[in-house]
C-alpha cells in the first residue's frame, strides 16, 4: 500500500529539517493538482464517449465508474485542502522551528502521506478501470460501424 511514497524509508520525517519537508509537501501539492486534471479528462471522456453506452450495454459499468469518479474527486479535493493546510503549518515551523507541537505535526505530516499514498494507489486503479471501459466501448462501437456497413446493399 505505501509502495508510492515519496521519502525515504525509516525516520526520514522525524529528521529531516522543516524546508525539506516544505519541499517534499509542495510535491505532494503538485501532484494532487495533476491528478484532480486527469479527473477532469476522465469525466469528459466518460460524458462524451462513454455517456451513452451501445443499446444499454454496460450502462452499469458507466454509472460505477461515475460514482468512482464522484468520490475519487471529492477526496482530491480533501487532500488538496489538508495539503494547503499542512503547508500554511510547514510555513509557521520555517520561521519557528523549536515550536513544541513539532512532534506531533511531524506525525500528522506522516498521516498525511498515507492518505495521499492511498489516493494515488486508488486513482492508479480507477485510471486503469477507466481506460479499459473506453478502450471496450471504441472497440465495441467499431464492431457495430463495420456490421451496418456490411448489411447495407450494394448500389450499382
Avoid: C
Amino acid at each position: 500500500m505505501n509502495k508510492f511514497r515519496k521519502r525515504p524509508v525509516g525516520d526520514y520525517i522525524q529528521k529531516a529539517d522543516w524546508h525539506e519537508l516544505y519541499a517534499l509537501t509542495q510535491n505532494w501539492k503538485l501532484e494532487l493538482l495533476f491528478y484532480i486534471d486527469e479527473h477532469k479528462f476522465f469525466r469528459r471522456l466518460i460524458d462524451t464517449d462513454l455517456g451513452e453506452p451501445i443499446h444499454n450495454e454496460n450502462l452499469d459499468a458507466v454509472r460505477e465508474l461515475k460514482m468512482d469518479l464522484l468520490e475519487t474527486d471529492r477526496r482530491g479535493q480533501d487532500l488538496l485542502r489538508k495539503t494547503n493546510k499542512h503547508l500554511e503549518q510547514l510555513a509557521l515551523m520555517v520561521e519557528e522551528p523549536k515550536r513544541k507541537d513539532s512532534r506531533i505535526f511531524r506525525i500528522e505530516h506522516e498521516h498525511l502521506e498515507d492518505e495521499i499514498a492511498r489516493f494515488e494507489n486508488n486513482f492508479r486503479i480507477l485510471r486503469k478501470d477507466v481506460f479499459a471501459l473506453a478502450e471496450y466501448m471504441m472497440e465495441r462501437q467499431e464492431m457495430l460501424q463495420l456490421d451496418l456497413k456490411s448489411n447495407q446493399p450494394i448500389i450499382a
